[in-house]
């Protein structure tokens, strides 16, 4: 055989492919297990053995249901960071700056996170944790682009219709021209800025001695793509010494034309898509792979384990591989963790044999057996009906077999312990699907309060490890967004009166050192709590506004501000760009209501003592006891109070 010829980070090449040897012996297995879970989750039944056609098979999918309970307590409706500058000694200007900095920060965050649809991954995200034991996420900037058509007035020169040319003005000599609408296609680039996508274990590989992606000596990540996204990503001037891979030539000559069918290495993957959905996941495409090397700060990458498209040190400045793992119950010692399908799969496995074993009782009840003695002829003629009759000489010639029906009574009480054990150990609810374990009397309130606790604390827990992993997310997107964001750029964000306003954010306020972390969405029943902590709050503070305001002139007390009270009862409801429920003092004195000399019996309240429309007000009335008293310490002012705080009757 011909050798190879030794080409420009020849040693490179090898390095990144015998690292994908090392890591894909033990990710094959890895594969396995995932590809088994998956199954589960689908409710696929994997046949032991060749079963009699009139069995029953059926094979709910009861994990898929637990899981999808699940997620619907861990994917919060809105994604949203807070940013903050890092405690510093600096000076003064410098702690300015950074606040201005975190601002600027935020109001482009909030941008990007709705542009990119940044909360759309969360599905696919927790499932794949919840499935597989561990999900990664990859972050990069990206440009999208998109072709606009629009019309436009173009000049078009008037012809002559015997020589078919361009007739002249013979004043001027200039070409006579009429406006015609013709269409033309734009390239616009409608988003360009950090973006996060959620990727395959399947195709994700690291050391199998790794206790976590920090201390993994490289990560792979494996992607399938055809030779026009290759072309686009590395062709022309991407190739050779611009990102230190080979050139274009150089790399078609080691792989060959693979333009039709490419080499996708099928045989290696198999997995779900060739065997349920019988499809083809590398279908015409080439495998690429991405090796991240943290021995040497390297990222090599490697076209179908033979050509090199790239090798170029870390890109980023955050100095670290793109990846973000999430692991919502960590196994000891490992990179994936304990998968929630991996818990419960034998549990349906066993309920589906105890269901379909009832089943087939049933029909053995419900469609009888009969026994009839050989020396009867034509048996196909006694019709199997209502009310029938068999003419028969002797009636234990024919008679029905009844199997019975207690395995099938006592069926059912297994397959109730089968469905609370499921829900117990996927820390769901199980009195909300009518299971039963059997530990605890789910039909009660204090046993159902007991389940509530417990799973609402397992949901929590849970939630924990996804904001961890989202605020891993959310500094690498900051990051990004100081390292490549090279020119102003105009950002909108609603502010007061409900208008639009563009914010101008300039590179340079971008620098410094930020610390990010995800909002905390609370699940419905600590959301009401909250809601109604923060109305009696703003109730209180507009009961005590009056007293204080009167006391603040006379310098014996603070002035309360109501705009945060405000503020913190619409963050309760979930909503964040609060400027637009305010107006500017230019519009509130536009509405203000005309004085008591306007004819419109309004105006500001007669200070105390004063007569006011009504007569003088009594001073029994005005007491710290009076009901009227708007601070009030009447008992059934107080009771009142209390009972209102509770919500009533109606809302127990």
């Given at each position: ?82 940013i903050r500058p890092r405690h510093t000694l600096a000076n ?305 010639q024919i008679q029905a077999w009844a199997p019975n029906p ?176 305010f107006v500017s003092p230019q519009t509130a004195a536009g ?62």
């Amino acid at each position: 055989m011909a050798r190879k010829s030794k080409l420009k980070g020849q040693e490179e090449l090898d390095r990144a492919v015998g690292m994908f040897s090392e890591a894909k012996s033990q990710h094959s297995t890895f594969v396995e297990r995932v590809e088994s879970r998956y199954t589960s989750w689908r409710g696929v039944l994997e046949a032991n053995s060749k079963a009699a056609s009139w069995t029953s098979k059926l094979h709910p999918p009861y994990v898929q249901h637990i899981i999808e309970t699940s997620l619907a307590s861990l994917i919060d409706d809105t994604l949203r960071y807070k940013i903050r500058p890092r405690h510093t000694l600096a000076n003064p200007e410098t702690v300015t700056q950074l606040r201005k900095g975190a601002e600027a920060h935020q109001i482009i965050f909030d941008w990007q996170t709705r542009e990119d649809k940044l909360a759309e991954i969360q599905r696919p995200f927790i499932l794949q944790n919840a499935i597989a034991g561990v999900s990664i996420a990859k972050t990069y900037w990206t440009t999208k682009e998109q072709r606009r058509r629009q019309l436009v007035n173009v000049e078009v020169p008037v012809l002559n219709p015997a020589t078919e040319e361009p007739i002249y003005d013979p004043f001027t000599g200039k070409m006579v021209t009429l406006p015609q609408m013709q269409e033309k296609t734009k390239v616009t680039t409608i988003y360009d800025g950090p973006t996060t996508e959620v990727v395959d274990v399947r195709d994700f590989f690291w050391h199998e001695a790794a206790t976590s992606l920090e201390t993994s000596d490289y990560l792979i990540h494996r992607t399938w793509m055809t030779w026009e996204q290759i072309e686009d990503a590395f062709g022309n001037d991407a190739f050779g010494e611009n990102r230190g891979g080979w050139t274009l030539e150089q790399v078609k000559k080691r792989i060959g034309d693979k333009d039709e069918n490419g080499d996708s290495f099928t045989e290696e993957l198999g997995g779900r898509e060739s065997s349920l959905f019988n499809m083809d996941r590398t279908k015409n495409r080439l495998e690429v792979l991405e090796v991240w090397d943290r021995r040497k700060n390297r990222v090599i990458t490697v076209l179908n384990r033979t050509a090199l498209l790239a090798a170029r040190d870390f890109p980023f400045w955050h100095e670290k591989p793109p990846f973000t793992a999430c692991v919502t119950q960590p196994d000891l010692f490992m990179i994936p963790g304990i998968s929630v399908v991996e818990k419960i799969k034998d549990l349906q496995s066993a309920l589906w044999t105890t269901m379909n074993q009832r089943i087939d009782n049933l029909n053995l009840v419900n469609n009888a057996i009969f026994w009839f003695r050989p020396d009867i002829e034509d048996i196909d003629e006694y019709t199997f009906e209502p009310g029938a009759r068999w003419p028969v000489e002797d009636p234990t010639q024919i008679q029905a077999w009844a199997p019975n029906p207690m395995p099938a009574e006592v069926s059912l009480g297994a397959e109730q312990l089968f469905k609370g054990d499921l829900q117990n150990l996927a820390g769901g609810f199980p009195f909300s699907s009518g299971a039963d374990s059997g530990n605890v009397d789910q039909t009660t309130a204090t046993g159902a309060s007991l389940v509530t606790g417990l799973a609402q604390r397992s949901v929590n827990l849970a939630k924990a490890r996804i904001r961890i992993a989202f605020s891993d997310i959310g500094d690498q997107r900051l990051v990004l967004n100081q390292q490549f964001l090279r020119e102003p750029m105009l950002v909108p964000v609603l502010g007061v009166d409900d208008e639009e306003v563009l914010h101008e954010i300039w590179p340079e306020i971008l620098a410094g050192d930020y610390s990010i972390t995800q909002e905390v969405t609370s699940d419905a029943a600590t959301k009401q709590e909250e809601q109604a902590s923060e109305q009696a709050k703003l109730q209180m503070a507009m009961a005590l506004a009056p007293v204080v305001a009167q006391l603040s002139q006379a310098g014996a007390a603070k002035m309360i501000n109501m705009d945060a009270y405000v503020e913190d009862f619409l963050h309760a409801f979930g909503i964040e760009d609060t400027d637009r429920y305010f107006v500017s003092p230019q519009t509130a004195a536009g509405a203000a209501p005309p004085g008591p000399g306007g004819g419109g019996g309004g105006g500001a309240p007669a200070p105390p003592g004063s007569e006011g429309p009504g007569g003088t007000t009594a001073p029994a009335a005005t007491d710290s006891t009076a009901p009227a008293n708007q601070v009030s310490q009447s008992p059934a002012v107080l009771m009142q109070r209390a009972l209102a705080a509770r919500g009533g009757a109606n809302n127990q």
